[in-house]
């Protein structure tokens, strides 16, 4: 389905291009259009990211305005950056706050962290297991200690990210308070 709704939108695009009154001047300068000057155009796009080729800027036009609506096309990605640049722009770097609470009443970690093993005749979800997670972790707080800084540390590392090695939100800037 979603190649089809691709092929769709690129093909609205492809009926308005063609639909404009200087199509026939746009088809006979392709026509004229020679490898060479592909790659000379092709070079300085890449060294300056422009072309003084009037007729690779109008190509790239025409491909920009059919890749545009295509659904994760390189032109819409490009559109949607520089939607959010805007946004920036406007409104400024965004925010994230996130509070990290872990459960460690019910985390067998807690109870690995203390040296305490769930006896074998203990069924993992009765209440007899939740009673002996809670009497461990209140008896042995440093156990506790250790279970939090073991989940911040691998959230913090694994998805946001260290200095050395960016997480998912690229390079943070990680402040507490």
Same mark, same amino acid.
């Given at each position: /389905?979603?190649?089809?709704?691709?092929?769709?939108?690129? +093909?609205? %695009?492809? +009926?308005?291009?063609?639909?404009?009154?200087?199509?026939? *001047?746009?088809? *006979?300068?392709? =026509?004229?259009?020679?490898?060479?000057?592909?790659?000379? +155009?092709?070079?300085?796009?890449?060294?300056?990211?422009? @072309?003084?080729?009037?007729?690779? #800027?109008?190509?790239?036009?025409?491909?920009?305005?059919?890749?545009?609506?295509?659904?994760?096309?390189?032109?819409?990605?490009?559109?949607?950056?520089?939607?959010?640049?805007?946004?920036? #722009? =406007?409104? %400024?770097?965004? $925010?994230?706050?996130?509070? &990290?609470?872990?459960? *460690?009443?019910?985390?067998?970690?807690?109870?690995?962290?203390?040296?305490?093993? &769930?006896?074998?005749?203990?069924?993992? %979800?009765?209440? /007899? $297991?939740?009673?002996? =997670?809670? #009497? @461990?972790?209140? /008896?042995?707080?440093? !156990?506790? $200690?250790?279970?939090?800084?073991?989940?911040?540390?691998?959230?913090?590392?694994?998805? #946001? %990210?260290?200095?050395?090695?960016?997480?998912?939100?690229?390079? !943070?800037?990680?402040?507490?308070?």
């Amino acid at each position: /389905m979603f190649d089809t709704l691709q092929t769709r939108k690129s +093909a609205l %695009g492809n +009926a308005i291009l063609v639909q404009r009154r200087d199509w026939q *001047d746009v088809q *006979d300068q392709l =026509r004229s259009l020679t490898s060479e000057r592909l790659e000379r +155009a092709a070079c300085e796009l890449q060294a300056t990211h422009r @072309t003084q080729d009037p007729l690779v #800027v109008k190509l790239l036009s025409f491909i920009r305005g059919i890749g545009a609506p295509v659904p994760n096309s390189f032109q819409q990605k490009i559109r949607m950056r520089r939607e959010i640049r805007s946004l920036l #722009v =406007r409104y %400024g770097m965004p $925010a994230f706050w996130f509070t &990290l609470n872990p459960s *460690d009443l019910r985390s067998p970690l807690v109870l690995s962290l203390a040296g305490v093993a &769930l006896p074998l005749d203990t069924q993992e %979800g009765s209440v /007899m $297991a939740k009673t002996f =997670r809670n #009497v @461990t972790a209140t /008896m042995n707080p440093v !156990a506790v $200690a250790q279970f939090f800084n073991y989940v911040c540390t691998a959230f913090f590392t694994g998805l #946001v %990210g260290s200095p050395e090695v960016p997480g998912i939100f690229g390079e !943070a800037t990680i402040t507490m308070e």
